[in-house]
Nanobody, 126 residues
Framework: QVQLVESGGGLVQAGGSLRLSCTASGRTFGTSGMGWFRQAPGEEREFVAA????????WYADSVKGRFTISRDNAKNTGYLQMNSLKLEETGVYYC???????????????????WGRGTQVTVST
């Protein structure tokens, strides 16, 4: 399975931006879809964005459309989530996920993804 490590989280003021990275160790990243999920304390893990194996298709939660951009560079075995105009309610631990066999209709289900990173904390302040 792909091993994933997230980075780029931190403290940012509301309205600011962060770029998260997800670096994969393994041979299958280039043939795997990749997604980002957020989990706030006391809440269930929530879909944020996904991208297919070659970067030609993307999907976003309605709440982040127009503000977040998911991308990938398979030559670097790395995926990215650019987050702009961050809101207080978008505080949480952001997890990267990868899976080679998820149909697009299941992208939003965290239980459908096989491989997960350990997460990176994003805190949006006033």
């Amino acid at each position: 399975q792909v091993q994933l490590v997230e980075s780029g989280g931190g403290l940012v003021q509301a309205g600011g931006s962060l770029r998260l990275s997800c670096t994969a160790s393994g041979r299958t990243f280039g043939t795997s879809g990749m997604g980002w999920f957020r989990q706030a304390p006391g809440e269930e893990r929530e879909f944020v964005a996904a991208i297919n194996y070659n970067g030609e298709n993307t999907w976003y939660a309605d709440s982040v459309k127009g503000r977040f951009t998911i991308s990938r560079d398979n030559a670097k075995n790395t995926g990215y989530l650019q987050m702009n105009s961050l809101k207080l309610e978008e505080t949480g631990v952001y997890y990267c996920a990868a899976d080679a066999n998820i149909p697009p209709r299941l992208n939003t289900r965290s239980s459908a993804w096989d491989c997960w990173g350990r997460g990176t904390q994003v805190t949006v302040s006033t």
